[in-house]
């Protein structure tokens, strides 16, 4: 039988493409797909790289690209700045506290400790071109508050290291925050924080604005886990976002971590405080759908993965209450992280957080919402401070709460928790 010249073609054309697909099978069975901490370490530099890369050289509000919400209330922009870098290095600092090494992710994490500590400098030195807003706006006070954080959360490694001019300055800094009158709802946790540290580093603090603030917040709780912002209940992520974090770290350096009381407040109590986030921390597990998503609602949505802020503390710290397992925990965070940020779609064309939830979408932003906003997401990566042989790394994956359930298996029944 003879075969026309179409047939022979397609003939020819089927065994070359044989080989071509036997390659690419082998080809993708070679693909590797990342761990769980590659992939958190990939999210977590691409977030940093762009901020500290810029900052170092005093060339952040030279080159970021800054996005305002549609509705901004017209405070001056450039609290961008602060609330970009104060708010990714409360995020970062317990990632770049791990010594160095020799590994990818070492390297990674050296280079960012490197410009961390150069923005540090240049985010107090009045010659510096990156000098933040200190001096000018409330909105100061709050993320003076976050910077505060990262030196509580990474004390040895960014703040020790710090010479004497920049630690002077940074004191300075923070004691004229004073001057901010921090309103009746979770800012009140700001002051706390920024004396909380002050008084960590041996430098004069007032006592009185931490203790009031922990006293108020303290009558703000309304049970089960969850604390009201100021007088009125708000369903919304706050006790994510602060409310939770704050309060315990602030009874923790007041405290020493639970071994003393404070002898004018015996209602604030860190090992009470401690398993109200714990309670919470369930909560939050069990709101991660079997598809990685966290129901939406609430003001400051666009902070995307800083959600689950309260779950990442009790992971670092290793205080996850016994019903959460490490690996079910770790399973759920990576799961959101992966939906979240599996590609580019949430920054902009120069590497920056854009504005939106998931994706640019810019109409959602709050009034006060700029992109440096943003960078609260960096607060669900605190678990990167624990070593790569920690459990929380090392043990198998298992379902999270809401995926066992909708998959038909048994799981555990919820309960209140009661003090």
Same mark, same amino acid.
């Given at each position: 039988?003879?075969?026309?010249?179409?047939?022979?073609?397609?003939?020819?054309?089927?065994?070359?493409?044989?080989?071509?697909?036997?390659?690419?099978?082998?080809?993708?069975?070679?693909?590797?797909?990342?761990?769980?901490?590659?992939?958190?370490?990939?999210?977590?530099?691409?977030?940093?790289?762009? /901020?500290? &890369?810029?900052?170092?050289?005093?060339?952040?509000?030279?080159?970021?690209? /800054?996005?305002?919400?549609?509705?901004?209330?017209?405070?001056?922009?450039?609290?961008?700045?602060?609330?970009?870098? #104060?708010?990714?290095?409360?995020?970062?600092?317990?990632?770049? &506290? +791990?010594?160095?090494?020799?590994?990818?992710?070492?390297?990674?994490?050296? *280079?960012?400790?490197?410009?961390?500590?150069?923005?540090?400098?240049?985010?107090? !030195?009045?010659?510096?071109?990156?000098? +933040?807003?200190?001096?000018?706006?409330?909105?100061?006070?709050?993320?003076?508050?976050? /910077?505060?954080?990262?030196?509580?959360?990474?004390?040895?490694?960014?703040?020790?290291?710090?010479?004497?001019? $920049?630690?002077?300055?940074?004191?300075?800094?923070?004691? *004229?925050?004073?001057?901010? =009158?921090?309103?009746?709802?979770?800012?009140?946790?700001?002051?706390?924080?920024?004396?909380?540290?002050?008084?960590?580093?041996?430098?004069?603090? !007032?006592?009185?604005?931490?203790?009031?603030?922990?006293?108020?917040?303290?009558?703000?709780?309304?049970?089960?886990?969850?604390?009201?912002?100021?007088?009125?209940?708000?369903? !919304?992520?706050?006790?994510?976002?602060?409310?939770?974090?704050?309060?315990?770290?602030?009874? =923790? /350096?007041?405290?020493?971590?639970?071994?003393?009381?404070?002898?004018?407040?015996?209602?604030?109590?860190? =090992?009470?405080?401690?398993?109200?986030?714990?309670?919470?921390?369930?909560?939050?597990?069990? +709101?991660?759908?079997?598809?990685?998503?966290?129901?939406?609602?609430?003001? &400051?949505? $666009?902070?995307?993965?800083? $959600?689950?802020q309260p779950l990442a503390l009790l992971s670092w710290r290793q205080m996850l209450p016994e019903e959460l397992s490490n690996g079910q925990v770790r399973a759920a965070m990576t799961a959101v992280i992966k939906r979240m940020f599996s590609d580019d779609h949430n920054f902009n064309e120069k #590497?920056?957080?854009?504005l939106g939830f998931n994706g640019k979408q810019p109409k959602i932003s709050d009034i006060y919402t700029n992109n440096g906003s943003l960078y609260m997401a960096s607060l669900a990566f605190l678990p990167l401070g624990l070593?790569?042989?920690?459990?929380?790394?090392?043990?198998?994956?298992?379902?999270?709460?809401?995926?066992?359930?909708?998959?038909?298996?048994?799981?555990?029944?919820?309960?209140?928790?009661?003090?």
């Open positions: 039988m003879k075969l026309n010249r179409h047939c022979m073609s397609l003939l020819i054309a089927a065994i070359m493409l044989i080989p071509m697909q036997e390659l690419s099978a082998k080809h993708k069975k070679e693909v590797k797909e990342p761990t769980d901490r590659e992939l958190w370490c990939d999210v977590m530099y691409r977030m940093a790289a762009p /901020v500290l &890369s810029n900052m170092s050289k005093g060339e952040l509000q030279k080159n970021m690209l /800054v996005e305002l919400s549609p509705t901004w209330d017209g405070r001056n922009k450039k609290v961008t700045y602060m609330e970009c870098f #104060g708010r990714l290095m409360a995020g970062l600092a317990p990632w770049l &506290s +791990l010594p160095d090494d020799e590994t990818a992710e070492g390297k990674q994490r050296k *280079q960012l400790h490197e410009w961390a500590l150069k923005s540090y400098a240049l985010a107090v !030195d009045p010659e510096s071109s990156d000098y +933040l807003l200190w001096r000018r706006e409330g909105q100061t006070l709050v993320d003076a508050a976050y /910077v505060a954080e990262s030196f509580l959360r990474g004390y040895d490694a960014l703040w020790v290291p710090l010479d004497s001019l $920049t630690k002077q300055r940074y004191i300075t800094e923070f004691t *004229q925050l004073r001057r901010v =009158d921090p309103p009746y709802t979770n800012w009140l946790l700001f002051s706390a924080t920024v004396e909380s540290f002050l008084r960590k580093a041996g430098a004069q603090s !007032d006592t009185y604005r931490i203790v009031s603030a922990l006293r108020k917040v303290e009558e703000w709780y309304v049970g089960d886990g969850w604390y009201s912002d100021g007088p009125e209940f708000a369903f !919304d992520y706050y006790n994510s976002f602060v409310l939770h974090p704050m309060y315990v770290e602030c009874l =923790d /350096v007041m405290t020493k971590g639970g071994k003393n009381r404070i002898w004018n407040m015996p209602d604030c109590n860190y =090992d009470r405080a401690v398993k109200r986030m714990q309670r919470f921390g369930m909560i939050l597990e069990r +709101l991660v759908s079997p598809e990685g998503t966290f129901p939406v609602f609430g003001r &400051s949505i $666009t902070y995307r993965t800083g $959600t689950l #590497g920056f957080l854009t070593p790569v042989d920690h459990p929380f790394w090392t043990d198998a994956p298992q379902d999270w709460t809401s995926k066992r359930a909708w998959e038909g298996e048994e799981f555990p029944r919820d309960h209140a928790y009661y003090e």
